[in-house]
């Protein structure tokens, strides 16, 4: 195989995710040179010359292996629900960026009496597709609305009866006079692989992906 077919592109999104993978890829041997809080490049050198890391919006993670313009790439379970997976092989759990995707409401907004008298709810969310499966599964009518950023906001000024969202101390919740009503799953980044480089760049992965799951057991 040529040098070039070795060379290996990591996606990662800046902010935790980035933050996260720091001590994974150094299990791996693998040092970033620069720094994408500080740095305007999106393209980021390694010690290891055969191995770049380009940064992403986290939502565009799966994209870029999907299409195999990163080799492979670290993801929220919300992300890759939402993307649906296509193409990808999902090899680890890192246990990462861990949160919980979870129901809200305004405080003082009765949620389980409304589901049990079985009204229709108005939820605003940035995850769709998983909001949809959730009270699909619970037999709770829902009108899904869409949002791409401050869901918090929706309860507060008549959008939304209900948000869906990512928790993790709470305190986002608590600031807007939100309380978690229920628990849809637990969340953590996952390694995702393009499945063409994972037979084509076998033997330069497999080393990074070992290297990944020793470390990220430590995080269980
Ligand atoms: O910020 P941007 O719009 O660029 O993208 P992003 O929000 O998708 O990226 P980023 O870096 O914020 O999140 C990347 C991944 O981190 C997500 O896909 C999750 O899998 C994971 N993660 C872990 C979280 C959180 N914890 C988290 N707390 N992602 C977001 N949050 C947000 C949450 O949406 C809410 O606004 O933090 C707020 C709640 O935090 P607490 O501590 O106040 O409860
Ligand atoms: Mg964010």
């Not at 290891?48 to 919006?57: F, G, K, S």
């Not at 948000?163 to 006079?177: C, E, F, K, P, Q």
């Given at each position: 195989m040529t040098q070039h077919s070795q060379q290996l592109t990591l996606a990662l999104s800046k902010g935790r995710i980035f933050e996260e993978t720091l001590p994974l890829l150094e299990a791996a041997g693998i040092k970033v040179s620069e720094n994408p809080e500080t740095s305007r490049k999106l393209i980021l050198p390694t010690n290891d010359p055969n191995v770049q890391v380009i940064i992403v919006r986290a939502s565009d993670v799966p994209t870029y292996v999907q299409y195999g313009a990163a080799d492979f790439g670290v993801a929220g379970k919300d992300v890759l629900l939402e993307h649906g997976g296509e193409g990808l092989y999902q090899p680890?759990?890192?246990?990462?960026?861990k949160c919980r995707m979870s129901v809200a409401v305004r405080a003082g907004f009765d949620y389980d009496t409304a589901v049990r008298q079985g009204a229709r709810l108005r939820v605003v969310t940035k995850y769709v597709q998983t909001a949809r499966e959730h009270f699909a599964a619970k037999g709770v009518h829902v009108d899904l609305i869409k949002l791409?950023?401050?869901?918090?906001l929706g309860p507060l000024v008549g959008l939304a009866d209900a948000i869906v969202d990512l928790v993790s101390t709470g305190s986002t919740l608590r600031a807007n006079n939100l309380v978690e009503v229920e628990e849809i799953m637990q969340i953590s980044s996952r390694l995702v692989v393009n499945q063409a480089a994972l037979k084509l760049k076998r033997e330069r992965l497999q080393p990074i992906l070992e290297a990944f799951e020793a470390a990220s057991k430590r995080n269980a």
């Amino acid at each position: 195989m040529t040098q070039h077919s070795q060379q290996l592109t990591l996606a990662l999104s800046k902010g935790r995710i980035f933050e996260e993978t720091l001590p994974l890829l150094e299990a791996a041997g693998i040092k970033v040179s620069e720094n994408p809080e500080t740095s305007r490049k999106l393209i980021l050198p390694t010690n290891d010359p055969n191995v770049q890391v380009i940064i992403v919006r986290a939502s565009d993670v799966p994209t870029y292996v999907q299409y195999g313009a990163a080799d492979f790439g670290v993801a929220g379970k919300d992300v890759l629900l939402e993307h649906g997976g296509e193409g990808l092989y999902q090899p680890i759990d890192l246990n990462i960026a861990k949160c919980r995707m979870s129901v809200a409401v305004r405080a003082g907004f009765d949620y389980d009496t409304a589901v049990r008298q079985g009204a229709r709810l108005r939820v605003v969310t940035k995850y769709v597709q998983t909001a949809r499966e959730h009270f699909a599964a619970k037999g709770v009518h829902v009108d899904l609305i869409k949002l791409y950023g401050s869901m918090e906001l929706g309860p507060l000024v008549g959008l939304a009866d209900a948000i869906v969202d990512l928790v993790s101390t709470g305190s986002t919740l608590r600031a807007n006079n939100l309380v978690e009503v229920e628990e849809i799953m637990q969340i953590s980044s996952r390694l995702v692989v393009n499945q063409a480089a994972l037979k084509l760049k076998r033997e330069r992965l497999q080393p990074i992906l070992e290297a990944f799951e020793a470390a990220s057991k430590r995080n269980a």
